[in-house]
């Protein structure tokens, strides 16, 4: 299967610091999403953006789909930011897992 | 419109236990999917439907894992008998029939086998 490939693992923020994510792939791919996966583990849909930009309040996505990466920026970072972030690609019928990147954002 | 609901949001069951989880995809959504995240690793592709067929279970761990969609509405994932490594949480997610997107995640089962 396709490779996902996240970084960092762990990340420690100060609360009001910016970041940025990285999820690289290795084949082309359908669909590209970004995830938050919560304290309370709910899988939250944070972006659909398989090519371009995309922005929504603090955070913002790019994906580069002949380079094969996505970034995903939080801005002003905040403690309910907190938790593990995931990317995942679409081929075929099915989605392919990074296995995240754990935010801890402390006040 | 609603999302993908699943129940319990919890469960704690013992080793040996059987446990089903259930999963209502967005109304009029043929495919409907199970993945899950055990361990902290990375959540993994267990099956998927198109209505009340299975297409692809190539994912399922063993044959203590059963899914149905009967009718090809809501779905069911059976654990008999539970074991300790089957903890995690259990996502089902759904999209339109012949979409690249429009995959809506449901927030998932907790399951704690003790």
């Known amino acids: 299967g396709i490779q996902v490939e996240q970084s960092p693992p762990d990340l420690i923020l100060q609360e009001g610091a910016n970041s940025t994510l990285r999820c690289n792939f290795s084949?082309?791919?359908?669909?590209l999403q970004w995830f938050h996966q919560n304290p309370w583990g709910q899988l939250i849909n944070l972006f659909y953006?398989?090519?371009g930009t995309k922005q929504n309040g603090r955070l913002s996505a790019t994906t580069v789909a002949t380079e094969r990466y996505s970034l995903l920026y939080i801005s002003s970072s905040q403690t309910t930011d907190s938790g593990v972030y995931f990317c995942?690609?679409?081929?075929?019928?099915?989605?392919?897992f990074g296995t995240g990147t754990s935010l801890t954002v402390i006040p | 419109e609603a999302g993908v609901t699943q129940f319990p949001s919890h469960s704690v069951i013992e080793k040996g236990q059987t446990v089903t989880l259930r999963c209502d995809p967005i109304?009029?959504?043929?495919?409907l999917y199970w993945y899950r995240r055990v361990m902290g690793k990375e959540i993994k592709f267990l099956l998927h439907?198109?209505?009340?067929?299975?297409?692809?279970e190539s994912g399922m761990p063993n044959n203590r894992f059963l899914a149905e969609r009967t009718g090809g509405t809501y779905s069911t994932l059976k654990v008999q008998p539970a074991e300790l490594e089957d903890s995690g949480v259990y996502f089902c997610?759904?999209?339109?029939?012949?979409?690249?997107?429009?995959?809506?995640f449901g927030s998932g089962t907790r399951l704690t086998v003790v």
């Open positions: 997610a759904s999209s339109p029939w012949l979409s690249n997107y429009g995959y809506t």
């Open positions: 084949d082309s791919v359908n669909n």
């Open positions: 953006i398989p090519s």
């Open positions: 995942a690609v679409l081929t075929g019928n099915q989605f392919y």
């Open positions: 109304s009029g959504h043929d495919n």
């Open positions: 439907f198109v209505k009340e067929s299975k297409q692809d």
